[in-house]
């Protein structure tokens, strides 16, 4: 069964040093996302994708953040300058869509520490 | 802003009986409800969803009620079993935005005791 695969699965950094996390979404989907969830919260949505531009951010997505689609099958979140505050499970989702009722579908995500 | 809520923390029940996980929303606009399955360390698995249009949905030994009057869903396990102990959390969209993020509960924590 077709599945979205992330990247790495554990990354520890430095508070202000930069990471990319990677995902590869299931390949007929056309919608992306990135959610996070810090410990002991709920999973909040970061951002979509559509058509290699971005659809809708959520305030917590600021300049710090971007995404990109670099080929065919990779989906990468980054992170500029990152700071303690950013420490989380990084979450990446995928739709069909073909339009209606979008089920996402999610990868076993991405634990960042920021020290 | 709690758009989806889930009150229940936690749910226990016994291997065989029924476990009833609920949610509400406040937002009149969404129109697709989800939920969702997440062990520790994983992401978040799609369980079962319903749109506006239906009141019930039915998947194996999984079932969704969808009241809209009073804005609440409920997730039915029968008979439950101890494979079920995971954390469920309740998702909300509104489709035809072009985004069709999801908003997320906090999740229900059921516990499947043999």
């Known amino acids: 069964e077709p599945e979205v695969t992330q990247t790495p699965s554990h990354q520890v950094t430095q508070m202000g040093q930069e990471v990319i996390l990677r995902c590869v979404p299931i390949?007929?989907?056309?919608?992306f996302y990135w959610y996070r969830q810090i410990l002991g919260q709920k999973v909040e949505f970061l951002v979509s994708?559509?058509?290699?531009?971005?659809?809708?951010k959520s305030e917590i997505f600021d300049d710090q953040f971007s995404v990109e689609r670099p080929d065919g099958s990779n989906f990468t979140l980054k992170i500029r300058s990152t700071k303690l505050e950013d420490s989380a499970m990084y979450f990446c989702?995928?739709?069909?869509?073909?339009?209606?009722?979008?089920?996402?579908?999610f990868g076993p995500g991405t634990r960042l520490l920021v020290l | 802003d709690q758009q989806v809520k889930q009150n229940s923390p936690s749910l226990s029940v016994q291997e065989g009986r029924i476990s009833i996980l609920n949610c509400d929303y406040t937002?009149?606009?969404?129109?697709?409800f989800l939920w969702y399955k997440k062990y520790p360390a994983e992401g978040p698995t799609f369980l079962i969803s319903?749109?506006?249009?239906?009141d019930k949905n039915e998947d194996g030994r999984f079932t969704v009620f969808l009241n809209k009057s009073a804005k609440h869903l409920s997730l039915h396990i029968v008979p439950s079993q101890p494979g079920d102990s995971a954390v469920y959390f309740c998702?909300?969209?509104?489709?035809?935005?072009?985004?069709?993020?999801?908003?997320f509960g906090k999740g229900t924590k059921l516990t499947v005791n043999p």
């Open positions: 998702a909300a969209s509104v489709s035809g935005g072009g985004s069709e993020k999801l908003v």
């Open positions: 937002n009149s606009m969404f129109d697709y």
């Open positions: 989702a995928s739709s069909d869509g073909r339009g209606g009722w979008e089920t996402q579908y």
């Open positions: 390949s007929n989907h056309l919608y």
């Open positions: 994708f559509y058509n290699n531009e971005i659809s809708e």
């Open positions: 319903i749109s506006s249009i239906k």
